[in-house]
């Protein structure tokens, strides 16, 4: 897989990261993303210190994704326990036709 080195700008500040070539559209937008997120929380909550904004911006992305692991932890297990229901009909079926 082949890389190349892209800039990307968050919070006034240049970055140079390499990066897969496929990638790179997706990096762009989550640099964007974060350079929104520390943009609107420094407006809402007028905190000047760039590391805790940073700190505060990482926090606020963290529990987004836990959040969003624990939505699809609780959708596999939906979709696990359904599937067994499924399979035993299916099975209830199949020796009911014997």
Not at 59 to 72: A, C, D, G
């Amino acid at each position: 897989m082949s890389t190349q080195v892209v800039n990307i700008h968050v919070f006034g500040r240049a970055l140079k990261l390499s990066c897969p070539v496929d990638e790179i559209d997706a990096l762009n937008l989550a640099a964007k993303d974060l350079d929104d997120r520390l943009n609107e929380l420094r407006r809402k909550t007028q905190i000047m210190n760039s590391d805790q904004l940073i700190i505060t911006a990482a926090l606020n992305i963290s529990y987004e994704l836990v959040k969003e692991k624990q939505k699809s932890d609780k959708l596999g297990s939906e979709f696990n326990e359904r599937l067994k229901t499924l399979q035993q009909l299916l099975d209830h079926a199949l020796n009911f036709a014997k």
